[in-house]
Every structure is written in C-alpha cells, then in structure tokens.
C-alpha cells in the first residue's frame, strides 16, 4: 500500500506475483544429474606435471631482440617454449613501398535489403491486455500508470515488452494493496498475438482476493488529550476498507484540525498496520505528540532585509493575544504579508517560549522571518478598438518609498483619442487592514467622436479593492473630486458646436460584493456593483446632481470547458438636463466593454452634424459562451443596449450586436479578441469592430 507501513503476518502463496517468463529461441541441454563424467586417461598422462616445489622462482625473462632462437632447457613440471624472431622486411618489398591509407578515406555504405523494412526490424508492436482490474475500479486508474500503455505500443525487442510486463504485475499489486486487496496477485504473459503473427500480446492477470478491513483502531498519546478528541478528528472506524487514500486522508485531517483549534506543535508519528489474513483484519495504531495547547503571545520578527517593523506587522493580524491558538489565522497573517508584494521571502511560524497561559495553556509567540524584495515595478497595458484605436499605459511604482506601504506611482496614457499623465501616491493597510488611502493627480487629453476635451483632475478616495493574489467578498471606495474641464459640444439654442469650461465637484461611492471564483477568468458566482456619485457643475451657475448606476453580473459552468456568462447595467443621472451637462459625465453605450459590434460611444441621440451627444440614462445586456480547450477559447456573444435622453431607461429601441471572440489564456488572465457586427446595421455605424485587450468582456 503506497505510504501505509503494514505487517503481513501471514506466509506468501506459492508462486504468487512470479512474473512470467518468455521461451528462448535456441534449446539448452544439459547433462543428466545422475551421470558422471570420467576423463580420458591418455589426456590425462599428456598434461605436464606441476614442479613438486611450487615456490621456486621463475626463470629470467629472455631478451626477445633479433637473436637466433633460444631453446630454454625443460625443467620438471614446466611446458618448454620457443620463440622466434623474424628480420626486418626489404626495403625493396612491393608491399611495404607505399605508405598505409587512412582510414578516413573509406567509405562504408549501409547495405540496403530488398523488401525489408527497417523500422519495422527497429521496433515491435503490441498490445496490452487487462483482467480483473475492472472488478475493483483500478482498470483506468492502472492504465494511467502503466509502464506498457506508456510505451505506446511499440517497442525494440521482445525482452523490454517482457520487461514493462513486470513492472505493470508490480503496479496492478500496490494498486490493489491501495485499496485493502492484500492477498492480490498479478501476473504477465507474453505472447503473439493470435490475431497478428506480427504483433506480440502482454496481459496482465489480477486476482484482487480479499477485502481486509480495519479491526482494531488505536490513537496512542499523552492520557492528558480530551477524550474523543483525536478519535473525532481521525473518523477511522472498525470495519473501514483499508484504503491508503482514506488512511492518508484521515491522519491528514488530523494535522489539519489540531493546530486549528490550539496545539500548534502535534506530530504524528509512523502508523502500523498488523495485518490477520485468517480474518482480513488489519489493527491500526497510530503514535500522536500532541504537544501543549497554547495561546497567541507577541509577535517578534527577524531576517537580513526586513520591511516591516513589529507595529505593522500587527495591525495585519485578524487575532488578539491571549485568544486559543488557530493555524487558519496564522496562514491568513502569511497571507496578508504576501499580498503587499514587498517580500523576496516571507515565513510565520509559532515558537515555544514557556510562559503559562489561562487555564494551563503555553504562550507561543509568532516568529516573522522577512527578506526585502525589489520594491519597483514596471508594467504596461495596450489594447485596440474600433473607436478608440490603439490606447498604450505604462506605469512606474514604488510600493515603499514612504514606509510602511507608502507607493508613489507615476503612469501614462498614449492612445489614439487619449493621453494623459498622472500621479499618485498610494498607502495600502492605512490605519487598519485592506483599507488603502490615495491621493491623485492627473491632466488628460480625449478626442472622441461625442467630444473633444482638456481635463486636470485631483482626488481623493479611500477603498477596500480586491486583486488576483486577495479576491475580497466585499469592496468598496469613497472620496472626493475636484475636476476643471475644457470641452466642446453642440450647442442646440446656437445650432452649432462651440466650448466650454466646466469646475466639477464630486463625492463618489462604490460598493461592489464578489462570489465569483476568479478576478480574471471567473467561471462560477455572480457579482453586484452600484456606484452613486453626488455631484455639483458650475458653468455660470452650480448644478447639482447625482450619477447612479447598478450593475450585475453571473457565471454559470455548463460543464469543465464550457461557462455561460451574463451582465445588465442600468443608470441614470437625476437632478439637470442632459445639455446642462458636461459631455464628459453623460452616460454613452457602444465599444468593447459596452455593446460590442459598434463603436466607442457611438450609441443614442445624435446632433444635428451626426455626433453622438449621450444622454441622462442607459440599460445594456450581454450574453456569451465561453469555451475553452487547453490554453486556448472561443466566446460567441450577443450584446444589446441603448442610451436615453431622458432621465429612465425605457428599454425601447434597442440596438444589439454579435460576434466571436478569441481568448489565449495566460497565468496573468487571458488575452482577448472579439470581432463583432451590429444587427440591423444602420448607415453611418461600424459594419465590422475589432476589440483587442487583457481580460475577460465582463
């Protein structure tokens, strides 16, 4: 049984597990056991005889040189020799005139031999054959594994057949052993195939015999553990098969439990098995060291290059000393250090200190061993779509330049329609944990078909965001904005397009909740987001108002590869009409995180010059299927929406768009392209749209 130690009390079978053997090709004989063999006696008075003294020295070797044959005198017990010396040959011999060719110069042709085929003389095929596996629920599982379906079929000579053959009888017995089928046996043969003289056969016969079963199960420890405390957490009962994959699992769970509910330091130790083949019974005991129950005590750290001091370190930790010892929140502690990216190498780990706690438990402090990573990042974004082009961001970060967690980040945007610069400086963990306090500046430039406009922006905004390595159940941001905008518009009271410069005062809201099981590449759960964002434009006179939008989205596995996916966004503006609005703050529909199909902003009314003007309120919808193979998938989709000028969205005259999308799927999420045309095309909007970017649609 893989990972169980056991004790097989009872003798082997006879012949049970020898491997079978193939035939050899050419006969052995061998002498009858009862016939003796007489030497010949005139041979034998032939052969010299020994020197009675055999300690005599050897004669002195001759000089072999070009001397007359010298004949060394017989001395009892020695074989007389002669050695001869041949002269040098003549100069003028033909066959030592010229001198000897190097044997680079030949060339051996490989001979070629009609109507033979050498891969086929190379190789061998055959077939693999499986019985009594299947009884059990090993077959597929043994097929995996197996050394003879891993070869494919083939191989270059009957002897590896053979020997994979022997490799599988092993396998197809530790597999039945797994399972509790302790007097199982296997066998191989190897044979032609009666079906193909030119392929060979290799079965593999398993006989599983008996289930055994747990009979006695014994937990020996300290006597001071609560009773029924370990045997809860093992769950291994009398009469249990005795399978590696529940025994393994089961003392698993114990490791797991334990520290979780406060005895950080348990070991177990080596199991036995004491098997009765009379009775197919196994007694199980297992050795536990439980160690102390313990508390949490203070936290102290070390390492070559630390980032934290103790102070930070604790005001990440979801405990308070004194409360009972819990794994689960020092993993969430290790957890929480990962996550803020500033470590080469980070580890948390109880040590003992000896200090008593209540109700006689030990005070174990939480040992932070850090190592200073690289604090700098660069990275990049681009992507293209059909309206807004090509669009590029780079950004620069450093994520401690003000300890602890103080970020200054400095990004760019150059695109087609958009570029920008702007800074921010960011502190994440600020005052308590996941709470992140920013502060940004920027100035922007957008060209787009609904407006053309100059931006500065400043803000400030306090948050709780999830991200790939922390997906949170709940987010959400506040904050405050201070926008002045140069935009230009049409003017319906003048007929004409002319500019205008708006001072912008926002107090903007977000609260989003998450059960989808990926940031990038969600497959299952749902997610709700609403935004509300109080606002005030001053253009002559102040204009308060209010920007709502509500948003949801659900996924759906219809299978392992197969993943349906939906969203419905609403919003509206109350409080100004829609020309009283800065372009830049109405709401617009169309592009590739809209309705795919049209171009950027490219849904709603339009002026009187055929731009689009946006409106007060808007609802979309999207559908699609997700199917993925390998790294690779193919997303058809079908998106609908519409924007009004009035304050709801009426549902009415609805506009839609189809497509196809291509995703390559990376370790960072995937890479997306979608290709879409509208339904109903009308003139003047995009017959085909191209949308390239990271991530999924929606």
Known sequence: MPGLACAQVSDPKPGQGAPASLPSSEPVQTAPQDETIVPDAEFEAALPKLSDDINAPLEPMQDFGNKPPVTQPATPGAVTSQIESFPPPAAEDPAFAEPLTPLAQFKVEPVKIEGV????????????????????????????????????????????????????????????????????????????????????RATITATPGNLYRLGEVKIVSDPTVPAGLLDKELNLNPGDPIQAERVQGAEANVSLRLPQQGYPFIKLGERDILLDEETQRGDYTLPVELGPRSVFGAIVTEGRRPVFEVDHIELLRRYKPGQIYDARKVDDL?????ATSL???????????????????????????????????LAGEIGYSTGQGFRAEGSWTHRNLFPPEGALIASAVLGTQEQGVSGTFRRSNAGQR???????????????????????????????????????????????????????????????????????????????????????????????????????????????????????TAYYPVSSSIVIAGRARVGSIPGIARNDLPPSRRY??????????????????????????????????ALEARYRFGNFGIVPFVDAGQVYEGLYPTGQNMRFGAGIGGRLYTNFGPLRVDVATPIARKPGESKIALYISIGQAF
């Open 334 to 338: 290790r957890e929480a250090l990962i």
């Open 117 to 200: 085929d050498e891969e086929k003389i190379a190789s061998i095929r055959y077939s693999t054959v499986v019985e009594g596996l299947d009884k059990i629920g090993l077959e597929d599982r043994f097929r995996d594994l197996s050394a003879l379906e891993d070869g494919d079929g083939k191989a270059a000579n009957a002897t590896m057949v053979a020997a994979r053959a022997r490799e599988d009888e092993k396998l197809a017995l530790r597999l039945m052993q797994s399972l509790g089928y302790y007097d199982g046996t296997a066998v191989s043969t190897v044979e032609q195939n009666p079906k193909n003289s030119g392929n060979l």
């Open 434 to 552: 996941d709470r992140t306090f920013q502060i940004q500046a920027g100035v922007n430039h957008s060209d787009y078909a609904a407006f053309e406009s100059y931006t500065g922006t400043l803000a400030v905004r306090w948050s709780r965001d999830s991200t790939p390595i922390w997906q949170k159940r709940w987010t959400y941001f506040y904050g405050a904005e201070l926008v002045g905008s140069n935009e230009d518009q049409y003017n319906f009271n003048k007929g004409a397009r002319d500019r205008g410069t708006w001072l912008i005062a926002a107090l903007p809201s977000f609260v989003g909740y998450d059960t989808s099981d990926n940031l990038l590449n969600p497959t299952r759960g749902f997610r709700i987001k609403a935004n509300v964002s109080p606002e005030t434009s001053v253009r002559g006179a102040a204009r308060p108002y209010a920007r709502l939008m509500l948003e949801g």
């Open 343 to 377: 470590f080469s190498t980070v580890a948390v780990e109880p040590i003992r200190t000896g200090r008593s706690g209540p109700d006689g438990t030990e005070v174990v402090d939480l040992r932070v061993t850090q190592n200073r990573g690289r604090p700098r990042t």
């Open 588 to 621: 617009y529909a169309g592009g590739g995180g809209s309705v795919r199909g049209f171009g950027y902003q490219e849904l709603g009314p339009r002026s009187p010059d055929g731009r689009p003007v946006g409106g007060r309120s808007l609802n979309e919808f």
